[in-house]
């Protein structure tokens, strides 16, 4: 699976969504969840590394903001459920209207661009320019990805797989909130 994904990224082309089982689909969406997850940490630890070695400070993260001013609940219901539904809807769903290859690529390509560019707003103005896409490679990577699982699973899978990716990258937040523990 791993190599049809790379495969795909280095060479997007519309697919019609596969028929397989919901049990065949749960399986890649799980496995689509662990290459993310992996793709995220790893570029998290690089990122941090950069951010140190350079001395650059990116200033409060929305998420720390979103943990100080409002309960659990909301946080779960922006991060978890309506931020992917509303991303998936305005960044993969089109995806399939695409029919042209070459059309088609540049397409994807784009949603996974403007996807990671929204994702700057996470971070204070003051950084430097060429800091940014470094900042948003997690989620132009996450957004590969999920292009990937749009055309191949269909919408609801890209939607599902996206609000597991923030479940489980919300989870130590919330853990460290509910028991007071200081993030910075």
Known sequence: MLKT????????????????????????????LG??????????????????????????????????????????????LIAPALEELIFRAPLTLVKKPEVFKIVYYL?????????????????????????VLPQFFAGLVLGYTRVRLGLFWSITLHALHNGLLIIPLLIAKALDIPLS
């Open 5 to 32: 994904l790379i495969s795909f990224i280095k060479n997007p082309f519309p697919i019609v969504a596969e028929e397989l089982s919901m049990a065949e689909k749960w399986k890649i969406t799980l496995k689509l």
């Open 35 to 80: 290459v993310i997850i992996f793709s995220s940490v790893l570029a998290g630890i690089s990122i941090d590394l950069i951010l140190n070695a350079t001395n650059v400070d990116t200033g409060t993260h929305a998420m720390e903001t979103l943990l100080e001013k409002y309960p659990l609940i909301f946080i779960v219901g922006i991060a978890v």
């Open 111 to 135: 949603s996974a661009v403007l996807f990671a560019s929204v994702h700057l707003s996470n971070f204070e103005s003051g950084f430097p320019l060429w800091l940014s896409p470094l900042l």
